[in-house]
């Protein structure tokens, strides 16, 4: 049973900082795509960020120069670190995880973690 937890969110002043950190158990992690993506209420899920088996990484236009994605395959964690954080970054945040053998599945989902910017 593949597992995702989230941590590190809460409530941030715009300008901010977090780092939000997904640790993964009963898969092969280091063989995982792993994602996170964002849902603001009202609004469709949308990826934000995600990192390739190989480390290769990929960012919403929107995060680009403030978000960093990361992992850390001894820890099985993905990491966000997340900077210059605007109100419209508000949003619960999902870590997912792919293996990389099946491109086309959607994978799993942690329970979210609720980030809020004040501004």
């Known amino acids: 049973q593949v597992q995702l937890v989230e941590s590190g969110g809460g409530l941030v002043q715009a300008g901010g900082s977090l780092r939000l950190s997904c640790a993964a158990s009963g898969t092969i992690f280091s063989a995982n795509v792993m994602g996170w993506y964002r849902q603001a209420p009202g609004k469709q899920r949308e990826l934000v960020a995600a990192i390739s088996t190989g480390g290769g990484t990929n960012y919403a236009d929107s995060v680009k120069g403030r978000f960093t994605i990361s992992r850390d395959n001894a820890k099985n964690t993905v990491y966000l670190q997340m900077i210059s954080l605007k109100p419209e970054d508000t949003a619960v945040y999902y870590c997912?995880?792919?293996?990389?053998?099946?491109?086309?599945?959607?994978?799993?989902w942690g329970q979210g973690t609720q980030v809020t910017v004040s501004s």
């Open positions: 997912n995880a792919r293996l990389v053998i099946y491109p086309k599945s959607p994978g799993y």
